[in-house]
């Protein structure tokens, strides 16, 4: 994974990634220094804020959706959007496998068929993975189907890039 271009975000860029983060996650993102790094071989685009790689536009509809990476999320903590998993599905999720009904111990209620989610292990809270959901959050605990696409885990070349 290779950087094709980096530069420095405008005000309004940046305004519309806090407003983004806080109005889904309830995270206030703060921050000096917002860059965009383009990569190739990549859907995605890379947000360092600080220097660290805390956000991801994620491809949706034709439209670009900014949402925390893992490590942005184990950094800026989410208080909405959040899939919990048992630990029996701590390794699958961290290998890049999708979320099935069964390991899910808690899902946010107000996560729509559509929405990105940040999944977190329920021991300690930390974020494994970023997922788009496949249902409704209300739908999520059950007994067997799969409920989160794997998008983002911990582990993969987005999570190991650095600058």
């Known amino acids: 994974m290779d950087v ?3 530069h420095h975000l405008r005000s309004d860029a940046v305004s519309e990634i806090r407003d983004a983060l806080a109005d889904r996650l309830g995270v206030d993102l703060e921050g000096e220094s917002f860059e965009l790094v383009e990569l190739t071989d990549s ?3 890379l ?3 600080d220097g660290e790689p805390d956000v991801l536009y994620y491809e949706s509809d034709g439209d670009r959706e900014p949402f ?4 942005g999320a184990n950094d800026h903590p989410p208080e909405r959007g ?3 998993v048992d630990a029996g599905a701590v390794s699958f999720v961290s290998d890049g496998a999708d979320v099935m009904r069964p390991g899910i111990t808690e899902a946010d209620d107000s996560i729509a068929e559509g929405d990105l989610v940040a999944v977190a292990e329920e ?3 930390k974020v494994l993975g970023v997922g788009r959901a496949l249902v409704d959050g209300a739908e999520m605990a059950g007994d067997s189907g799969k409920v989160v696409k794997s998008l983002h885990h911990v582990g993969d070349d987005l999570y190991e ?3």
């Open 4 to 6: 094709k271009s980096r």
């Open 161 to 163: 890039f650095s600058v």
């Open 82 to 84: 959040v899939v919990t």
């Open 123 to 125: 021991t300690h809270g």
């Open 68 to 71: 925390l990476t893992v490590r």
């Open 47 to 49: 947000v360092l804020v």
């Open 43 to 45: 859907p995605f685009d």
